[in-house]
C-alpha cells in the first residue's frame, strides 16, 4: 500500500501525519509526502527553507514510528492541487491526506480550493483533516506532543508523567541534563520548576529555541517571581497547587501559542493570586501590570 500526504507544515500537515501514520503502520505502507511549490521566481527563499525545514519534521516524525517514508518538494509549475493527482496517478497511490485551511470567500473565488480539486480529481480516497485550535479537544491537542519536564523533585515528574500520558515526555532533575535535551531535542512545550533547577536559565534557553514554556512552582510562589517569570518570557505561570489541573493548563499553553495570544492564562489563574498574595498585590508594579493588561486585554 501506498499513501501520499499534501503538506505544508503547521497543525492541520500534523494532523494529517498523524493518521497517515497510523493507517500506514497498520497496513506497512509507505508514505510519500508531499510540498507542492509552483517553483521559479514565484518562490522566495524564506518559503524554499521553511518547506525543506518542515519536510525534514515530517521525516523524522514518521521514521521515529518506523514508517517507511519519502518528503519531498515538487517543483512542476502546477498548482497544489493538480501536482498532488498527478503524482497520485503517477506513483499508484492508495490513498491520500490532505489538509483544509480556513479561507475567506475572496480566497476560495481566486484561489479555489487545494483539497476540493483533490477529492474531486484523486484517483483514489481521500481523507481530508481539518484543524481549528479554538475548538480541538485536549486530547487530540496533546496527541504526537513533545514536552520537557523539568523539576528536582521525583515525585512531581512521576505525577506530571502520570497527568500526561498522552504525550510523550522527556523528564530531566537538573539544568544540566535538561540543556542537553533541549540541544538535541524538538519540543512543543517545556514544564519548569523554578528553584532547584535553575528554571529561569532553563527558560532562557527554551525561548532561543521557540519552546513555549510553563513555569510550575512552589517554593518561588511570590509577585515577583511571577513578574519576572513573565518578563523573561514565560507563557504561564502555575502553582503545584494546580498541578491536579495541570493538562488543562498545558492544553491552554499551546493553543494560545498557535492562536496568537498568549496572555490568555492569566485571566483565569487571577483569582487565585488575588487570594494567595492579598489584595493589591499589583499596586507595588502597577506601571508592569497596567503594560500587561493594556497588552493582553486584561
Same mark, same amino acid.
Given at each position: 500500500?501506498? #499513501?501520499?500526504?499534501?503538506?505544508?507544515?503547521?497543525?492541520?500537515?500534523?494532523?494529517?501525519?498523524?493518521? %497517515?501514520?497510523?493507517?500506514?503502520?497498520?497496513?506497512? %505502507?509507505?508514505? !510519500?509526502?508531499?510540498?507542492?511549490?509552483?517553483?521559479? %521566481?514565484?518562490?522566495?527563499?524564506?518559503?524554499?527553507?521553511?518547506?525543506? =525545514?518542515?519536510?525534514?519534521?515530517?521525516?523524522?516524525?514518521?521514521?521515529?514510528?518506523?514508517?517507511?517514508?519519502?518528503? *519531498?518538494?515538487?517543483?512542476?509549475?502546477?498548482?497544489?492541487?493538480?501536482? &498532488?493527482?498527478?503524482?497520485?496517478?503517477?506513483?499508484?497511490?492508495?490513498?491520500?491526506?490532505?489538509?483544509?485551511?480556513?479561507?475567506? +470567500?475572496?480566497?476560495?473565488?481566486?484561489?479555489?480550493?487545494?483539497? +476540493? !480539486?483533490?477529492?474531486?480529481?484523486?484517483?483514489?480516497?481521500?481523507?481530508?483533516? =481539518?484543524?481549528?485550535?479554538?475548538?480541538?479537544?485536549?486530547?487530540?491537542?496533546? +496527541?504526537?506532543?513533545?514536552?520537557?519536564?523539568?523539576?528536582?523533585?521525583?515525585?512531581?515528574?512521576?505525577?506530571?508523567?502520570?497527568? &500526561?500520558?498522552?504525550?510523550?515526555?522527556?523528564?530531566?532533575?537538573?539544568?544540566?541534563?535538561?540543556?542537553?535535551?533541549?540541544?538535541?531535542? =524538538?519540543?512543543?512545550?517545556?514544564?519548569?520548576?523554578?528553584?532547584?533547577?535553575?528554571?529561569?536559565?532553563?527558560?532562557?534557553?527554551?525561548?532561543? =529555541?521557540?519552546?513555549?514554556?510553563?513555569?510550575?512552582?512552589?517554593?518561588?510562589?511570590?509577585?515577583?517571581?511571577?513578574?519576572?517569570?513573565? *518578563?523573561?518570557?514565560?507563557?504561564? !505561570?502555575?502553582?503545584?497547587?494546580? &498541578?491536579?489541573?495541570?493538562?488543562?493548563?498545558?492544553?491552554?499553553? #499551546?493553543?494560545?501559542?498557535? *492562536?496568537?495570544?498568549?496572555?490568555?492564562?492569566?485571566?483565569?489563574?487571577?483569582?487565585?493570586?488575588?487570594?494567595?498574595?492579598?489584595?493589591?498585590?499589583?499596586?507595588?508594579?502597577?506601571?508592569?501590570?497596567?503594560?500587561?493588561?493594556? +497588552?493582553?486585554?486584561?
Amino acid at each position: 500500500m501506498k #499513501i501520499l500526504v499534501g503538506y505544508d507544515g503547521g497543525e492541520v500537515g500534523r494532523q494529517a501525519l498523524s493518521l %497517515a501514520r497510523d493507517m500506514a503502520g497498520i497496513h506497512s %505502507a509507505f508514505v !510519500y509526502v508531499v510540498t507542492s511549490m509552483t517553483g521559479g %521566481a514565484s518562490e522566495r527563499q524564506a518559503d524554499i527553507e521553511k518547506a525543506e =525545514k518542515d519536510l525534514g519534521f515530517a521525516r523524522e516524525f514518521l521514521e521515529y514510528s518506523g514508517i517507511q517514508c519519502d518528503c *519531498q518538494q515538487s517543483v512542476r509549475g502546477l498548482s497544489a492541487g493538480e501536482d &498532488l493527482v498527478k503524482f497520485a496517478r503517477e506513483n499508484d497511490i492508495d490513498h491520500i491526506f490532505v489538509g483544509i485551511r480556513k479561507k475567506s +470567500r475572496a480566497q476560495k473565488a481566486i484561489l479555489g480550493s487545494t483539497a +476540493r !480539486y483533490v477529492i474531486l480529481k484523486a484517483p483514489c480516497p481521500v481523507t481530508s483533516v =481539518k484543524f481549528d485550535a479554538g475548538s480541538i479537544q485536549s486530547e487530540q491537542l496533546f +496527541r504526537d506532543r513533545n514536552i520537557l519536564v523539568v523539576d528536582d523533585e521525583p515525585d512531581i515528574l512521576e505525577t506530571i508523567e502520570e497527568l &500526561l500520558d498522552l504525550c510523550t515526555l522527556d523528564l530531566a532533575e537538573s539544568f544540566d541534563a535538561a540543556k542537553k535535551m533541549l540541544r538535541k531535542n =524538538k519540543y512543543d512545550l517545556a514544564i519548569l520548576d523554578i528553584m532547584g533547577v535553575s528554571g529561569y536559565d532553563i527558560l532562557a534557553l527554551a525561548k532561543e =529555541k521557540g519552546v513555549p514554556s510553563l513555569m510550575l512552582t512552589a517554593h518561588a510562589l511570590t509577585p515577583e517571581n511571577l513578574k519576572e517569570s513573565i *518578563q523573561k518570557g514565560a507563557d504561564s !505561570y502555575i502553582p503545584k497547587d494546580e &498541578l491536579a489541573n495541570l493538562t488543562d493548563h498545558a492544553a491552554d499553553v #499551546i493553543r494560545a501559542r498557535l *492562536q496568537g495570544n498568549q496572555g490568555s492564562w492569566f485571566s483565569t489563574l487571577k483569582p487565585f493570586f488575588d487570594k494567595t498574595f492579598g489584595s493589591g498585590w499589583r499596586d507595588k508594579d502597577r506601571s508592569f501590570w497596567n503594560s500587561f493588561d493594556d +497588552r493582553y486585554g486584561k
